[in-house]
């Protein structure tokens, strides 16, 4: 099955900065997923998407991040004011055409903050 | 709290071999298992899942079992490849829609 499209593929930001990331599914989907990959780290859950609307998040997401499906296609996950410790790897996914539980990933875009 | 955890050391085998990783969990009553590849700066790409009324699932040189009352599962490669080098990822369903919380990985290289 295809997966998503992410961009961009790597930003570089300033401390308090806010950030955009955006998540391009191939064909329309309900369900979509943020989840992010600290170097080294495990690969954590931050928010689920389902119908438009926020299904369920994790601790991590705070308010400093938000999602948003602004024009029905494109998927995005925005951090307000960046902070040293946001530096990882966000990653997009969709669920499974068969909600059968599988996870597509997209190749993640690699978020450095200074 | 649900913890999973996998080898945390890298496993070396030799091509041709039998490679065999290991999850186990705790706290967790999962609907089902997933096992996940990702290669270094890549995202996660599903290999199998397995459901807890299943003991085993094959897909192609994979074979991944789940034993519900020990709470662990295990996912083998036969007839391993230098190709299968990897980190390989366990995931569990976090009871509630259709997240996923991962394992940490257990680094697998396979030498000719």
């Known amino acids: 099955e295809p997966e998503v499209t992410q961009t961009p593929s790597h930003q570089v930001t300033q401390m308090g900065q806010e950030v955009i990331l955006r998540c391009v599914p191939i064909s329309n989907h309900l369900y979509f997923y943020w989840y992010r990959q600290i170097l080294g780290q495990k690969v954590e859950f931050l928010v689920s998407?389902?119908?438009?609307?926020?299904?369920?998040k994790s601790e991590i997401f705070d308010d400093q991040f938000s999602v948003e499906r602004p024009d029905g296609s494109n998927f995005t996950l925005k951090i307000r004011s960046t902070k040293l410790e946001d530096s990882a790897m966000y990653f997009c996914?969709?669920?499974?055409?068969?909600?059968?539980?599988?996870?597509?990933f997209g190749e993640g875009s690699r978020l450095t903050v200074l | 709290s649900q913890k999973i955890e996998q080898n945390s050391e890298a496993l070396n085998i030799q091509e041709g071999k039998t490679a065999t990783l290991t999850c186990n969990y705790t706290n967790y009553s999962p609907a089902y298992l997933q096992w996940y590849r990702q290669d270094p700066g890549r995202g996660p790409v599903f290999l199998l899942l397995?459901?807890?009324?299943?003991k085993e699932k094959r897909k192609e040189r994979l074979k991944v079992t789940f034993d519900t009352t020990l709470k662990q599962s295990l996912f083998h490669i036969t007839a391993s490849q230098p190709a299968d080098s990897a980190t390989y990822l366990c995931a569990l369903d976090m009871n509630s829609g259709y997240a996923l919380n991962f394992g940490k990985g257990t680094s697998l290289l396979v030498t000719p």
């Open positions: 996914a969709r669920g499974a055409t068969t909600n059968t539980g599988e996870l597509f």
């Open positions: 998407f389902y119908n438009n609307e926020i299904s369920e």
């Open positions: 397995i459901r807890e009324n299943e």
